[in-house]
């Protein structure tokens, strides 16, 4: 049987009151909120299994979304989502005006059963204006953005070579890709990975 049809099982039982095993379903690294699932979308049409917002409100274990094009999306948080907020974490780790971008099974009734949510990811692309112990200070679009380093938890990629935990060859002027978790109503993220030149 198809893998997508598999998982899509899994998610509408687990919706509706069954137990699936989290991670079981899909990868929680933060590259894959970017990647692009293409099964059954038309060029250019919204992705029907995919939200992104800003949550507005929590009752139980469904999450209203206000979307950046002002949609509202019903997110379900069932026992095999995958929850990621800068590592792995737990349903209870989300709060009110965090954002997210969510990827499941959309319901019958609109709701979106969620396979993986990422809380407050970024991926955004900048200058190095200064390298300070543990923070990265970056030009992005004009804003300075104050990127933090996690002992234990962010890495660098050096030119695609495999993520280390060694960030000190990170240069003042040089481009850069962060992936990290944003620190809401603030210009501060937390860096889980960022892709550089040696």
Not at 31 to 52: H, K, L, Q, S
Not at 95 to 103: E, H, S, T
């Amino acid at each position: 049987m198809n893998q997508t049809v598999n998982r899509r099982r899994l998610l509408a039982t687990a919706a509706l009151g069954g137990v699936v095993g989290a991670t079981g379903l899909g990868s929680l690294a933060p590259e894959a909120a970017f990647a692009t699932e293409a099964v059954g979308v038309e060029p250019g049409a919204p992705d029907p299994n995919f939200a992104e917002g800003l949550i507005s409100s929590i009752s139980g274990h469904m999450l209203l979304v206000t979307g950046s094009d002002t949609v509202l999306h019903s997110i379900r948080i069932t026992d095999g989502t995958s929850i990621w907020k800068l590592h792995p974490t737990t349903f209870d780790r989300i709060a009110v005006g965090d954002g997210l971008y969510a990827r499941g099974v959309r319901l019958p009734d609109g709701t979106l059963a969620a396979d993986s949510v990422w809380v407050n990811i970024v991926n955004l692309h900048g200058h190095i204006a200064a390298v300070g112990r543990n923070v990265v200070h970056l030009d992005h679009k004009g804003r300075r953005i104050v990127a933090h380093v996690v002992p234990g938890r962010s890495a660098a990629v050096y030119n695609g070579t495999p993520a280390v935990s060694d960030l000190s060859l990170l240069k003042v002027g040089r481009h850069v890709q962060i992936l990290g978790a944003w620190h809401p109503k603030t210009n501060e993220i937390d860096i889980a990975t960022v892709y550089a030149a040696a």
